[in-house]
């Protein structure tokens, strides 16, 4: 990558900390949040982790000579040696790690700057700023009246003091800014901790438990005051809570005793200090407790590693507060150029962490990318470094088959923060980069290319291993996301056009205003395509060759969606319109001929490009105002539709219009716009016509279903009574009940129904003669679509469409197809609630309450018969010509399931002799005649005789012998259950009840042998079924 000039505009003067708080905003953190610990916490914790894990590198406490100093003259007789980095003889005896090298490989390979070309550019003088205890060393910890760490440091000779280059230790608390005080009492818990180790500095990193050494070692006498130590603490048992508590690396069984002591011990610490002497009972439980939980091994076996502080987040959160140490604190635009040294150092803290090398890639390239955001964006040298770690580093261990599934989480958690935070500027470009810094396109693009290309080729395809092929997603080519930035950068400065322009939406409402608004429009936005193509295609050429092309065409679309929006307010061709479509025809050929130039040498000379450019053409402006209007009139249809669902009460027109009021409305305006879309003098086409067509055809099937709306037949048909047997009377109370009828019992009938019987009346409830009139208004839609549909037709067409609807047209038999199949089936199913509705409901008290209620022969279906008459007349007064069949042969229906209702489930009032079987046979015949007389011209006999077969089937039953349907109901019952013949012992099952009654159904010869009144009967099914008797 071409490196630009740095930091042009950066001033010299240094980044302050809340000046990069303030930054850091936009950048979202993307390794998620610690409850309860802040920043400086982990920069603390960090710091102690690092110093212990490197407490055996010279520099650190590795032995008693390892903070011992030399003076300036002695590193001058070696520097001429060509020893490597780090090497024994960088330094003198035992003495302390310095940093001698001249050039850095990791800046060298990331194309950083060395800062000095001075071996040595960090100097410290002797006996200032040492580690541990040189006497020159600031004494007061930092907020508490102490000197900075960094004072003792300097880069240019100081005046009267031997110089040497300062150790990497020096240098780290310099960067971590941890005070001399704090370093001091860290290095004392390290020596008191491997005190009577047998290998003092053998022991490793990862078998101590920080936090808990530094609790029992460390005592509140050597802090300045108890707030201090307090604050100490809780930091520590914070720190403690989050590595085993909140974020264990091993899960966690949270009814562990460990746990809940723990759990305590934090919780107490919050209002005081706990107690940490020898021989205190919390620092002991709190020992136990700690060791427990941070010596477990996943599967139970012994582990010689501790953890403590290797689950996710809190070692991420530490190690990036580790790595952040590389910039300058003085200047942390810049990294330093010892960062060799410390990232070799910081990799001791990896057992400790949990860390490996790919997890090590991606937080450094993250503090790049980050430092990079926080420092306004000054040093471009931080963002080429970023997009190096990413394209070699974080590329490369991202294709390796062996990852964990955290470390690709974290990835893409941590790529999709640096592609948001890069895109949400590359998708506003015209608005991040003026014509001064628009060259810093080129730093960021790439970039968020390879963030994408990681995101996309890497990550998603692993996780989609074992996945289905089509479940696998890829991520946009490098081509694919540059043409989402210009289309998403021209639409939004597009947007900011429009918002700061005097043509805001709110002024398309004014005609007049709209017009001048899009003139000036069109105006603003060819200014905008000229900028595109000087300034920023150019430079989005390298990564899409067709940029301006994109643009061109990107803001088109917008221009047309705002013409769109201005011509849907206008209803006819004016002055105003023709010049606003002159002035959008002359915007298009300045993207056309731009899109022309730029696409001129692409493989497909720009074909596919311009597809995407839809003209602004008057023909579609046309086609769209009269699909507008089309509109309207459908939205008229449907206001009128919504109205009935409101309103509409199914009472008819008037005396010669037997029909809804609103059926009249809305076949009302379907006409009228018919009528008036073939007065419109433009030429109309089939899909217009169609879309006229379709749209009232969907109106018409939604009333009709308004007009079905009327529930089901099933809800009038009575619930089956239990199936009990006859109680056998004496003969002496058989022939009392036929000498007195009168005083039958009121347990056997409905006293009022018997006198509704005796006393005929018209029955036909208001509701059913509702029903009546919904039948009359689907005739009434049926017959006008076909008027309609004729108009259509015939109309003349100056273009004939050979489009989607057309050819939909050609292969149906009607533009209205929907409804009219529609209004079929409803016929249908409004006819037959009717009936259900005038036979179980009005007529109920005459039929089914009382027809052959306790006694057949007192019980006749004549009275029932004068009602129906009367019904049947009402009806076909109401009804027009062309619904009367349907509805009579429905009625027709209901009254035959009425009449096998009563013979088989008409409950205990119901008694049946075989002697019955000639009245209920005369009855059926009357009921027939009655129909086929009312019904004349309506119902041929033919058709009555067929309806009638199954109920004079099971008349025929009521007239065999009790033996006879015993025996025809033992066969039957065993060939329909499949098991031939009952054997001894054996019980026949019960039949189900099907609802489809006929002589050879089982369960209709079971209902009549319920109903026989003798004592064969009742004595089989009381054997066969233990059948109750009736009370």
Known sequence: MAQQSRRESFSGALTTSSSIDAEDNDLSWPFGDLEGLDKDDVRETAYEVFFTACRSSPGFGGGRNAINFYSNHHHQQHDGDGAGIGSPSSRMGSGPVVVMSPTSRI??????????????????????????????????????????????????????????PLTSAEIMRAQMRVTEHSDNRLRKTIMRTLVGQVRTMGRRAETIILPLELLRHLKPSEFNDSQEYHLWQRRQLKILEAGLLLHPSIPLDKSSPYVMRLREIIRASETKPIDTGKNSDTMRTLCNSVVSLSWRSPNGTPTDVCHWADGFPLNIHIYVSLLQSIFDFRDETLVLDEVDELVELMKKTWSTLGINRPVHNMCFAWVLFQQYVRTSQVEPDLLYATHAMLSTEVANDAKKPDREAMYVKLLSSMLASMQGWAERRLLHYHDYFQRGNFVLIENLLPLALSASKILGEDVTIAEGIGKEKGDTQIVDSSGDRVDHYIRASIKNAFAKIIETGSYKSTSLEVKDEASEALLQLAKEAEDLALREREIFSPILNKWHSIAASIAAVTLHQCYGA???????????????????????????????????????????????????????????????????????????????????????????????????????????????????????????????????????????????????????????????????????????????????????????????????????????????????????????????????????????????????????????????????????????????????????????SVFYDTLYAADVENARIKPALRILKQNLNLLTAILTDRAQPVAMREVMKASFEAFLMVLLAGGCSRVFYRSDYPMIEEDFENLKRTICTCGEGLLNEDAVEKEAEIVEGVIALMGDSTEQLMEDFSILTCEASGIGSVGSGQKLPMPPTTGRWNRADPNTILRVLCHRNDTAANHFLKKTFQLAKRR
């Open 107 to 164: 800046k060298r390979a990331l194309g950083m700057k060395m800062l000095k070309k001075s071996p040595t550019r960090r100097m410290s003088a002797v006996g200032g700023g040492g580690g541990g205890s040189a006497p020159g060393s600031p004494t007061g910890p930092l907020n508490h009246g102490g000197t900075s760490p960094a004072m003792g440091f300097a880069t240019v000779p100081i005046s009267g003091r031997p110089r040497r």
């Open 562 to 844: 705002v013409l769109k929006q201005y011509l849907a307010g206008v209803s006819t061709l004016n002055n105003e319109t023709v010049s606003v479509l002159q002035s959008a025809g002359k915007l298009e050929k300045v993207l056309v001929q731009m899109l022309v130039e730029d696409s001129a040498e692409c493989e497909d000379g720009g074909k596919t490009i311009v597809r995407e450019m839809v003209p602004y053409e008057v023909d579609s402006v046309i086609l769209r105002l009269m699909r507008k209007w089309i509109g309207e009139r459908l939205k008229s249809g449907q206001e009128c539709l919504n109205r009935a669902k409101d309103s509409e009460t199914w009472n008819p027109k008037s005396k010669t219009e037997p029909h809804a009021t609103s059926a009249a409305e809305l076949i009302k305006i379907a006409k009228e716009a018919v009528d008036d879309f073939f007065e419109i003098p433009v030429g109309i086409t089939d899909d217009l016509i169609n879309d006229l067509a379709q749209g009232f055809d969907n109106l018409f099937k939604d009333y009709t279903n308004l007009v079905t709306a009327c529930g089901s037949k099933q809800s009038y048909v009575p619930t089956l009574p239990p199936l009990t047997r006859c109680n056998g009377d004496s003969k002496f109370i058989k022939l009392w009940k036929r000498a007195a009828p009168c005083t039958i019992n009121s347990e056997y009938i409905h006293q009022s129904g018997l006198n509704d019987a005796h006393h005929p009346r018209p029955s036909t409830s208001r509701g059913t003669q509702r029903l009546y009139i919904r039948l009359n208004t689907l005739y009434y839609l049926q017959s006008h679509l076909h008027s309609l549909e004729k108009n259509l037709a015939l109309a003349p067409r100056t273009t004939a469409s050979h489009g989607y609807h057309r050819r939909n047209h050609i292969n149906s038999s009607s533009y209205f197809d929907l409804a009219l199949a529609s209004i079929q089936s409803a016929c249908h199913r409004v006819s037959e609630v009717a009936a259900y509705r005038l036979i179980f409901l009005d007529s109920n």
